[in-house]
């Protein structure tokens, strides 16, 4: 089961409205293919087939997402302890340069340039998923091992 935030529960669910709601307009572009005549060089109809083949498919990725994952409740989360939806400041121990963090649990397409999104999955995600404030965490990367020390979550 997947954990996921209120947020991306959400994000999702806006997702699959859309591809839902591009079903008629997919619909209509066949049939005016079709309409046109020749189905074997129209090659109108074949790229409507296949945008309508990828958009189901994206449908049922969607659904099967909804349908297993669980909403974490930050409610019994206790404050001093990061979870999955936390935004971390966090100091790397050997340069001492700080940046800020957000554990979740699957990227988004919010680019914000001051915050680093970080999934559960990931090494340091992993790392830093119910650590506590104050606490220095140890994150494997290709280029070894770096400590992070949790300053304050926001």
Do not use: W
């Not at 954990?3 to 699959?16: H, M, P, R």
């Not at 591809?19 to 074949?46: C, T």
């Amino acid at each position: 089961m997947e954990i996921i935030t209120e947020d991306e529960k959400i994000a999702l669910e806006k997702k699959l409205a859309e591809r839902l709601a591009s079903r008629p307009v997919i619909a209509n572009r066949i049939a005016e293919a079709r309409a046109l005549g020749d189905l074997k060089e129209n090659g109108e109809y074949h790229a409507a087939r296949e945008d309508q083949g990828l958009n189901e498919a994206e449908i049922r990725r969607l659904e099967e997402r909804l349908a297993s994952a669980g909403v974490v409740d930050k409610s019994t989360c206790p404050d001093d302890m990061v979870f999955l939806g936390a935004t971390v400041k966090m100091k790397e121990v050997a340069t001492g340069e700080i940046d800020v963090y957000r554990l979740v649990g699957e990227p988004t397409d919010n680019a914000d340039d001051d915050i680093f999104e970080v999934t559960a999955s990931s090494p340091m995600g992993e790392s830093m998923m119910k650590s506590r404030l104050g606490e220095i965490i140890r994150v494997h990367t290709p280029r070894g091992v770096k400590q992070f020390e949790i300053t304050e979550i926001l």
